[in-house]
């Protein structure tokens, strides 16, 4: 089992940047395959990103492309989503989420541990 917090959310302007971090507890982060999600109000919940174990394979939202750095840092176990070039659509509260799949995969079902949720206000 693994509990994760995220932190790192906040509000800022279009065009700026945020990076989250999600800490995860215990000694077994490194065989967890890790994701972020995120759900605007009155929205469904969407997938953003997610890493493999070892962090060789990134996947990524077409929405977050280019603009999102998905991370890990095994040793400290901690993931981390750097934000650039932030929109106003890019507000949501986002949710680390952590998998015993082998590879990343964008649906919610499968992964078995979730955050909390951290805020992402963009302001235009």
């Known amino acids: 089992q693994v509990q994760l917090v995220e932190s790192g959310g906040g509000l800022v302007q279009a065009g700026g940047s945020l990076r989250l971090s999600c800490a995860a507890s215990?000694?077994?982060?490194?065989?967890?395959?890790m994701a972020w999600f995120r759900q605007a109000p009155g929205k469904e919940r969407e997938f953003v990103a997610a890493?493999?174990?070892?962090?060789?394979?990134?996947i990524y939202a077409d929405s977050v492309k280019d603009r999102f750095t998905l991370s890990r840092e095994n040793a400290e176990n901690t993931l981390y989503l750097q934000m650039n070039s932030l929109k106003p659509e890019d507000t949501a509260v986002y949710y680390c989420?952590?998998?015993?799949?082998?590879?990343?995969?964008?649906?919610?079902?499968?992964?078995?541990?979730w955050g909390q949720g951290t805020q992402v206000t963009v302001s235009s």
């Open positions: 989420a952590a998998s015993g799949d082998v590879q990343p995969i964008p649906a919610q079902g499968g992964y078995d541990y």
């Open positions: 215990g000694r077994t982060f490194r065989t967890y395959t």
């Open positions: 890493i493999s174990m070892s962090g060789n394979n990134i």
